[in-house]
């Protein structure tokens, strides 16, 4: 912190350090002996007043943008070029928003018609129906059934769809 004042004498801008005010000097210009003001114009130092506000300024245009990031992933509108990789699942996401998130389970006995096992034709009709786009995921399952026409408890196979409906 300077002091920044003028000699009394000869009018000369002066520039002492803070921890200097109250103390006799000689003018540097006209060589009068002058007493340094306690108080003037204070300076933060070589650096001139302007120069504090640009890292603060920069702050907080960086927190200012920080938010739009934040806002990135849940954008309806095609962004810039960092967020191709994301756009994809979010495409996904927001074609399937609005739908409920559904399953429906296939068992293999049921598929079979007249001794003929349509199992794979009723599943891939079923998810052509349901599109790549909104499906979330398939599970295998086995469980146990009572078979009439041989009268015993059989283990079967089937498939749990997981989709967007
Ligand atoms: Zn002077």
New binding site residues.
């Given amino acids: 912190m300077d002091i920044i004042f003028n000699?009394p004498?000869?009018d000369?801008e002066l520039a002492v350090d803070q921890s200097g005010a109250g103390t006799q000097i000689d003018?540097p210009?006209?060589?009068?002996n002058?007493t340094i003001p306690t108080s003037g114009k204070v300076t933060t130092g070589p650096l001139p007043p302007a120069a504090t506000p640009p890292p603060s300024s920069i702050a907080s245009s960086a927190a200012a943008r920080a938010p739009l990031h934040l806002k990135v992933p849940v954008r309806d509108t095609p962004g810039e070029m960092l967020i191709d990789k994301p756009r994809p699942p979010l495409e996904v996401v927001q074609k399937g928003a609005g739908k409920k998130l559904r399953i429906h389970t296939i068992r293999r006995a049921a598929c079979v018609e007249s001794g003929h096992d349509r199992f794979d034709e009723t599943v891939s009709a079923f998810l052509n129906e349901v599109t790549e786009t909104n499906l979330v995921g398939i599970h295998v399952i086995s469980y146990d059934f009572f078979d009439v026409a041989t009268q015993k408890m059989m283990t079967d196979y089937g498939v749990l769809i997981v989709y967007r409906g």
């Avoid at 210009?29 to 009068?32: M, T």
Wanted: glycine share 10%; net charge neutral.
């Fill in positions: 000699c004498n000869c000369q003018c210009s006209c060589g009068q002058i």
